[in-house]
Nanobody, 122 residues
Framework: QVQLVESGGGSVQAGGSLRLSCAASGSIFKINTMGWYRQAPGKQRELVAEMTNGGTTNEADSVKGRSTISRDNAKNTVYLQMNSLKPEDTAVYYC????????????????WGKGTLVTVSS
């Protein structure tokens, strides 16, 4: 199994920035995807951004141009730099891991972090 530990959540005013981090440990496969989902109150959980071990990315249109996902494969860590934050970005952000090139179409082994809260005030 894979353990995911998140950090970097908090409260910020609209227009501010945050950097989320997620460190993975355990039985990590060479081919994998790590990234971030989020869930706001009353809404479905949605993909924010993810990146394969080789650097291929998928991003939500709502954050494109404002967020940057990156990885340090030597540390098994994925980062999400979020700029120009908006109140609608307020949600619990969950780190995710899967043995695949995309978590959206894979039904095999996958793991979730416990979540970190991001609150953006106007």
């Amino acid at each position: 199994q894979v353990q995911l530990v998140e950090s970097g959540g908090g409260s910020v005013q609209a227009g501010g920035s945050l950097r989320l981090s997620c460190a993975a440990s355990g039985s990590i496969f060479k081919i994998n995807t790590m990234g971030w989902y989020r869930q706001a109150p009353g809404k479905q959980r949605e993909l924010v951004a993810e990146m394969t071990n080789g650097g291929t990315t998928n991003e939500a249109d709502s954050v494109k141009g404002r967020s940057t996902i990156s990885r340090d494969n030597a540390k098994n860590t994925v980062y999400l730099q979020m700029n120009s934050l908006k109140p609608e970005d307020t949600a619990v952000y969950y780190c995710h891991y899967s043995d695949s090139l995309s978590s959206l179409t894979y039904n095999g082994r996958n793991y979730w972090g416990k979540g970190t809260l991001v609150t953006v005030s106007s």
